[in-house]
């Protein structure tokens, strides 16, 4: 009986309202125009939607959502953030930080690159990783989305709701996990195939990969074969 329950109140309900809701951070197409969706504003080509679907991440994504600004105010902060980056830097680092809006519309065997930057404490890695984040959210030196030293497990699963964003991923350090374990996971990423997990049963569980784009920051350099 319990399967007829459900039909049956949708059925007697008559008249009901819907609402489109989302679990994730980029590009969907509604009502047959693409739709970048956030937490905040959903920006379309002709600008921001103005009846937005509801958008919600993870607690730990809460910095995360885009804000419709008029163009001088978008131009100024632009203009700012590239001021700031190091002149033999900056043009890749811009670049880099707004490919994840157009590589959802490259080819599906585009492989996907990251971006690790390494330098000690108070050499401005941090402050780069924010300013290129905040294309993406409000975000500071102190508050990456995730960060090494949780489980690769962790760091994939938050990475995977952001699907056309750039991922902070902070404080790489070789103590955390054995290089066979970053490569099969840097591997996977680049083919945006998840880490390959079972069940209870020996069944093999729905694929979860990390679709933002990977900003890392670290005092030490990743090596050996990525």
């Known amino acids: 009986m319990s ?27 509604i009502d047959g125009r693409w739709v970048y969706v956030s937490p905040e504003d959903c920006i379309t080509a002709k600008g921001k939607l103005a009846e937005p679907p509801s958008v919600e991440l993870d607690q730990r994504l809460r910095d995360y959502g885009l804000q419709a600004v008029s163009w001088d105010e ?26 994840p809006v157009i590589q959802r519309f490259f080819p599906p065997s585009a492989t996907r690159p990251a971006i690790h930057l390494v330098g000690t404490s108070g050499s401005g890695k941090s402050e780069i990783a924010s300013l290129l ?13 995730a960060q090494w030293g949780v489980t690769i497990n962790t760091v994939e699963m938050l990475g995977y ?9 902070d404080d790489y350090k070789d103590i955390y996990a054995d290089t066979r374990t970053f490569t099969r996971f840097l591997q996977g990423y ?3 195939l998840g880490r390959g997990r079972l ?17 890392s920051t670290g005092e030490t350099s990743l090596e050996g074969e990525m």
């Open 199 to 215: 069940t209870r049963d020996a069944k093999l569980q729905t694929s979860r990969p990390c679709r933002g784009l990977i900003l």
């Open 133 to 145: 984040s905040s294309f993406y959210g409000q975000f500071s030196r102190d508050t990456p989305p």
């Open 74 to 99: 978008s131009l100024r902060a632009f203009d700012a953030v590239a001021k700031v980056l190091p002149s033999n830097l900056a043009p890749s680092l811009i670049a880099f930080a707004l490919l």
């Open 3 to 29: 399967k007829h329950l459900v039909p049956a109140i949708v059925h007697l309900s008559g008249e009901f309202p819907t609402h489109r809701h989302y679990n994730f951070m980029g590009w969907k197409q």
């Open 161 to 169: 709701p952001l699907a056309d964003a750039l991922y902070w991923v």
């Open 190 to 192: 680049s083919r945006n």
